[in-house]
């Protein structure tokens, strides 16, 4: 098992940034992948960005420029920065974390998630 906890969500103004940051711990050799969804009211939760263990990214094209995913693998916590941030960035961010299935595309397989932060951007 793998337990993830998050951290950083909040309150901020358009154009303002925020950093969530996600600490695994438990069986963490068994994820080589790990994640941030996103999930807004009457929407499907999507991938926002994922870091493999090796340092390769994938960020949706909704945010690149604005976020950027990194891991600090002493401390296995995965951070993400988020500047520029837009109303439309406001959900219900989800941890993620699983193991890799094509690394061409990124794709991977979620085994665990956190309990989700919530990041409200106003206008």
């Known amino acids: 098992q793998v337990q993830l906890v998050e951290s950083g969500g909040g309150l901020v103004q358009a154009g303002g940034s925020l950093r969530l940051s996600c600490a695994a711990s438990?069986?963490?050799?068994?994820?080589?992948?790990m994640g941030w969804y996103r999930q807004a009211p009457g929407k499907q939760r999507e991938l926002v960005a994922a870091?493999?263990?090796?340092?390769?990214?994938k960020h949706v094209d909704s945010v690149k420029g604005r976020f950027s995913i990194s891991r600090d693998n002493a401390k296995n916590t995965v951070h993400l920065q988020m500047n520029s941030l837009k109303p439309e960035d406001t959900a219900v961010y989800y941890c993620?974390?699983?193991?890799?299935?094509?690394?061409?595309?990124?794709?991977?397989?979620?085994?665990?998630w956190g309990q989700g932060t919530q990041v409200t951007v106003s206008s």
């Open positions: 993620n974390a699983g193991h890799l299935v094509r690394l061409a595309t990124m794709q991977y397989e979620s085994d665990y």
């Open positions: 438990g069986n963490i050799l068994s994820i080589n992948v």
């Open positions: 870091i493999t263990d090796g340092g390769s990214t």
